[in-house]
């Protein structure tokens, strides 16, 4: 099992009329990844109205702030066990057998135009197995291809964006991954969360998007960017693209300074907590779905 301990700080300042603030910040409640603890803290006394997506376990938190500064401070310690399955053992299911939930993750998004990307994907992916080595080709040519390179895009960059500047952040990366899978009519999804393991030359800890793809009735986490082991990655949001998981939605006037986040990994073997690390095996956060 890993447990993982993260914090996260968000300022900002309301100038002139009180403004409204949708929140992305708690750590997601899935049948994997329990919390343990947590702990919220708002500057202003606000009285926040926190409700749970049903299908991901999103959590959202909603409030009204007054003008002036607004801090928010939320930390958690999240306990995680991952299903893990051999690459080979790991097939796409046929669009017929496909859930109907799952039918919203085959389509174009807001980021993910993976209608544009038929030709191209056509091209570079239809030579490999079906399964997981066909998606493990995809993530392998979009961290091949794309520089991690802070700074390099902005919130209205999508993944055919990304695809000429061969720059981006983890969220390019991710966007990139999701509608070349999706123009193989496999199944991506997008997560936001926060990851441990990163190498500090990065910089400080912030949030991080990652993969997650649908493969023998199971969604797997996959990491485009190569950062962090798929290991050390805490649920935030899930949804088709960044548009459907900002970690803040503002409406008002407001300027904002740079999130500050820490995370850290228990290391007690004897009580079976394990740090992240990589392994050969690829790992699974979610149920199972049956067939439709």
Same mark, same amino acid.
């Given at each position: 099992?890993? @447990?993982?301990?993260?914090?996260?700080?968000?300022? *900002?300042?309301?100038?002139?009329?009180?403004?409204?603030?949708?929140?992305?910040?708690?750590?997601?409640?899935?049948?994997? /990844?329990?919390?343990?603890?947590?702990?919220?803290?708002?500057?202003?006394?606000?009285?926040?109205?926190?409700?749970?997506?049903?299908?991901?376990?999103?959590?959202?938190?909603?409030?009204?702030?007054?003008?002036?500064?607004? !801090?928010?401070? *939320?930390?958690?310690?999240?306990?995680? !066990? $991952?299903? %893990?399955? /051999?690459?080979?053992?790991?097939?796409? &299911?046929?669009?017929?057998?496909?859930?109907?939930?799952?039918?919203?993750?085959?389509?174009?998004? @807001? *980021?993910?135009?993976?209608?544009?990307?038929?030709?191209?994907?056509?091209?570079?992916?239809?030579?490999?197995?079906?399964?997981?080595?066909?998606? =493990?080709?995809?993530?392998?040519? +979009?961290?091949?291809? !794309?520089?991690?390179?802070?700074?390099?895009?902005?919130?209205?960059?999508?993944?055919?964006?990304?695809? +000429?500047?061969?720059?981006? +952040?983890?969220?390019?990366?991710?966007?990139?991954?999701?509608?070349?899978?999706?123009?193989?009519?496999?199944?991506?999804?997008? +997560?936001?969360?926060?990851?441990?393991?990163?190498?500090?030359?990065?910089?400080?800890?912030?949030?991080? =998007?990652?993969?997650?793809?649908?493969?023998?009735?199971?969604? *797997?986490?996959?990491?485009?960017?190569?950062?962090?082991?798929?290991?050390?990655?805490?649920?935030?949001?899930?949804?088709?693209?960044?548009?459907?998981? %900002?970690?803040?939605?503002?409406?008002? !006037?407001?300027?904002? @300074?740079?999130?500050?986040?820490?995370?850290?990994?228990?290391?007690?073997?004897?009580?079976?907590?394990?740090?992240?690390?990589?392994?050969?095996?690829?790992?699974?956060? $979610?149920?199972? &779905?049956?067939?439709?």
């Amino acid at each position: 099992m890993i @447990r993982l301990t993260f914090d996260i700080e968000l300022g *900002y300042e309301i100038i002139g009329f009180p403004s409204d603030f949708i929140f992305n910040i708690h750590a997601a409640h899935t049948t994997q /990844q329990t919390i343990v603890s947590e702990q919220l803290t708002l500057s202003q006394p606000v009285t926040p109205a926190i409700f749970t997506d049903p299908t991901f376990g999103t959590r959202y938190m909603r409030l009204n702030a007054s003008p002036g500064p607004l !801090t928010v401070h *939320y930390g958690a310690t999240v306990d995680l !066990t $991952h299903h %893990a399955e /051999q690459p080979e053992n790991l097939y796409e &299911v046929p669009i017929a057998q496909l859930p109907p939930e799952m039918l919203r993750y085959i389509y174009p998004s @807001r *980021y993910c135009q993976s209608d544009r990307f038929g030709r191209l994907a056509t091209w570079e992916f239809a030579h490999f197995p079906p399964g997981y080595a066909r998606v =493990a080709a995809i993530q392998d040519w +979009v961290r091949r291809r !794309t520089a991690f390179l802070s700074g390099s895009t902005n919130s209205n960059t999508s993944a055919a964006d990304t695809v +000429v500047e061969q720059a981006g +952040v983890c969220r390019d990366f991710a966007h990139l991954m999701i509608a070349l899978c999706r123009a193989m009519n496999i199944p991506a999804r997008f +997560v936001t969360g926060i990851d441990y393991g990163a190498a500090p030359e990065l910089g400080p800890t912030d949030f991080h =998007a990652y993969v997650e793809v649908f493969l023998s009735h199971r969604w *797997y986490a996959f990491d485009p960017t190569g950062i962090s082991p798929p290991m050390g990655l805490i649920r935030l949001g899930t949804g088709r693209d960044a548009a459907d998981t %900002a970690f803040a939605t503002v409406f008002g !006037t407001v300027t904002s @300074r740079a999130p500050v986040i820490n995370i850290s990994a228990l290391d007690d073997p004897a009580n079976g907590y394990t740090l992240p690390q990589r392994c050969d095996a690829v790992l699974s956060t $979610h149920p199972g &779905v049956a067939p439709a």
